[in-house]
């Protein structure tokens, strides 16, 4: 299975790291995680994936553990990756915000 991964830097702290698995050139996996670079390290906020057989969001604590899941049923896993993608890139500021000051 083919596996591509990169990033899309948001600003200086912020990024967007995508990772995509193929099989056969259909798509098998993605996670798309939107992550803070704190004390010399990337931390993952929040991620779209499709494991478990379907696309969902989920949001994490400072601590990473998941506070939340947010399911996306009728989503395809191509729909899943470009709305993940524009979520974070629309939204990421208040996203570190609520992470760094532990809302919900």
């Known amino acids: 299975m083919?596996?591509?991964?990169?990033?899309?830097?948001l600003n200086d702290i912020c990024r967007i790291f995508v990772y995509l698995s193929t099989n056969l050139g259909n798509l098998e996996?993605?996670?798309?995680k939107l992550e803070?670079?704190?004390a010399n390290k990337w931390i993952e906020v929040q991620r779209y994936d499709c494991f478990h057989g379907?696309?969902?969001?989920?949001?994490?604590n400072r601590q990473g553990k998941k506070i939340r899941t947010k399911p996306f049923l009728l989503m395809d896993k191509t729909s899943g990756i470009d709305m993940a993608i524009q979520d974070f890139k629309e939204n990421y500021e208040m996203y570190i915000w609520r992470f760094i000051n532990d809302k919900k």
């Open 36 to 38: 803070y670079f704190h």
């Open 29 to 32: 996996n993605f996670v798309v």
């Open 2 to 9: 083919p596996e591509k991964e990169f990033a899309i830097l």
């Open 54 to 60: 379907m696309v969902h969001k989920d949001i994490l």
